[in-house]
């Protein structure tokens, strides 16, 4: 499984980006892809996730801003971030979860660096 995520970038505070997610290789129809960020000097932590049914969660603090969402199809998964502030600076990374034969297997893409600042 290869995952290359794109459309990271420099926004204003209060700006808005939409990153982007293309999967490909063995993707089982079951799955979860999310979107995990890492800030410097800090640890990875969780932002979103979706479903193959579409079931989303958010961390809190994404909440309300940032909305995740897949084409399956394309084997895409979005991540639009509304109402960015300074401290969602961080590379962002995609991230893909599929059992096989009973294994929990977890996938991840290169990053992409988002940079919220004036």
């Known amino acids: 499984v290869q995952l290359q995520a794109s459309g990271g970038g420099l926004v204003q505070p209060g700006g808005s980006l939409r990153l982007s997610c293309a999967a490909s290789g063995s993707i089982f129809s079951i799955n979860v892809m999310g979107w995990y960020r890492q800030a410097p000097g800090k640890q990875r932590e969780f932002v979103a996730h979706?479903?193959?049914?579409?079931?989303?969660n958010y961390a809190d603090y994404v909440k309300g801003r940032f909305t995740i969402s897949r084409d399956n199809a394309k084997r895409l998964v979005h991540l639009q971030m509304n109402s960015l502030k300074p401290e969602d600076t961080a590379v962002y990374y995609c991230n893909l979860r599929q059992n096989y034969r009973g294994t929990d297997m977890s996938y991840w893409g290169q990053g992409t660096l988002v940079t919220v600042s004036s």
């Open positions: 979706i479903t193959s049914g579409d079931l989303t």
